[in-house]
């Protein structure tokens, strides 16, 4: 069903985007022996979620989501996690060529066949349309036998009305188990979506099981898409 | 965190008085507000580990408090102060936090910086 890659390179900025945008694909990829990278550009120190009762502060919330980010990846089989050493929320400050040739040192180094990253314009956080700016740059960049293909995470509003509908959409009912766990490591981000996920469990609300189950993907060509400025 | 306790607030901040320190104000709505709010105006400020000396520290005693610093040259303060902590570095935090428990505000004092 899912075609066996050579290398997945996942960069995304923030620890728990992963669990949100790709946990069931990743953990499909590694239950194949795929290998998986993922690079974690921020350790989300800006995060408003300090758990309610809050049992996290500004300060130590680094800490903390940095084994929320190890447990999770460990959930769902990624052993290969990188930290990309960016501060949160401040991605898009950053020089716009230091940011496309960091982008393509981990491409460059990883060598992957399949990139998976955010959808410039489409992905909301102001850390995700920066990351996703400079990889889809940088991805253009290379000699085009070097460039993976690239499955992108698109979830702003106005997603489907200006992109269409994503061409990639994964089932991964199989694995929904490692995608739940991910999602309860990720605690001081998650209690929220961790009691209406229990809860629709329990009442079998399709809601919840087409959320969890699914994962969908824009596949982005460099060579026909007009790339976002800066 | 805990629920703010005026008096023992006030004695903190005002034990950094009249030296130089650190400090960390953010206000923030989260990057999402206008995501899960059409229309939401999304405004925000941060500022971290800029040094400067105050010569007093007043906390409201309405809650969620107001927590303002006199400068010898201007003034700081932050409005919607629910929470407190010290960390183990002695560094004075605190935190307006909204119905759900989401920072809104933040305010913190301390001697040495704060982390990058």
Known sequence: MLEKER?????LPHPDDET?????????????????????????????????PPFANRENLRDIRKKELFDACEA????????????DKTIEFEEQRYLIDRMKAYIEEVNPSLLIAFYPGHSVHPDHEASARAIVHAVAELPKEQRPTLHLIAFSNDAKEQIGEPDVHRNVAHVVDAK?????????????????????????????????????FYTYDVEKEQLPTW | MELMNREQVQQLLQSFANEPVYIHLETTSGAYAAHLQEGFFNSGAFIRNVQLTFEHAHVTPDS????????????????????YTVT?????????????????????????PFAQ
């Open chain 1, 20 to 52: 949100f945008g790709a946990a069931g694909t990743i953990a499909t990829y590694r239950s194949m022996d795929v290998p998986v990278t993922y690079v974690c550009l921020t350790l989300g120190e800006m995060g408003r979620a300090f758990g309610n």
């Open chain 1, 7 to 11: 290398h997945v390179l996942v960069i």
């Open chain 2, 88 to 112: 183990e570095r002695d560094e004075l935090l605190l935190a307006g936090l909204d119905g759900e428990g989401k920072l809104a505000v933040a305010l913190q004092v301390s001697r040495t």
């Open chain 1, 76 to 87: 769902i089989g990624l052993t290969d996690v990188r930290l990309g050493g960016f501060r």
């Open chain 2, 64 to 83: 969620p408090h107001r927590v303002g610093l006199k400068l010898p040259h201007g003034w700081v303060y932050a409005q919607g102060i629910t929470h």
């Open chain 1, 180 to 216: 739940i766990d991910a999602l309860n490591a990720h605690a001081s981000q998650t209690i929220w979506i961790v009691d209406w996920v229990k809860e629709g469990l329990q009442t079998d609300d399709p809601e919840v099981y087409e959320w969890l189950e699914n994962e969908y």
